[in-house]
């Protein structure tokens, strides 16, 4: 079984910064791609920033220039740093790891339980 587990949330300033992390356990071969999504209060899970196994990455627009995905393959980790925070950053953020292949089943889509960035102004 595969989890994975997200650390770094919190509350911050405006203009302040935050830099989450998530690492996926288990017996895993291989991941095409490792993200973070986001759903704010009242609103969709949105995509923010997802990077895939050779390193290329995409953002959404909203935080081009102040957020920076990252991934450390060897460790099945990725993080995410975020700058410049603003209000409307304030969101649940989600890791999601793509194309999960373990020894024993896959590929599979997961999803980490999520954790809370607050931006206050």
């Known amino acids: 079984q595969v989890q994975l587990v997200e650390s770094g949330g919190g509350l911050v300033q405006a203009g302040g910064s935050l830099r989450l992390s998530c690492a996926a356990s288990g017996i895993i071969v291989s991941i095409k791609a490792m993200g973070w999504y986001r759903q704010a209060p009242g609103k969709q899970r949105e995509l923010v920033a997802i990077i895939n196994s050779g390193g290329s990455t995409n953002y959404v627009d909203s935080v081009k220039g102040r957020f920076t995905i990252s991934r450390a393959n060897a460790q099945n980790t990725v993080y995410l740093q975020m700058n410049s925070l603003k209000p409307e950053d304030t969101a649940v953020y989600y890791c999601?790891?793509?194309?999960?292949?373990?020894?024993?089943?896959?590929?599979?889509?997961?999803w980490g339980q999520g954790t809370q960035v607050t931006v206050s102004s």
């Open positions: 999601n790891a793509q194309g999960v292949l373990t020894l024993f089943q896959g590929p599979n889509d997961y």
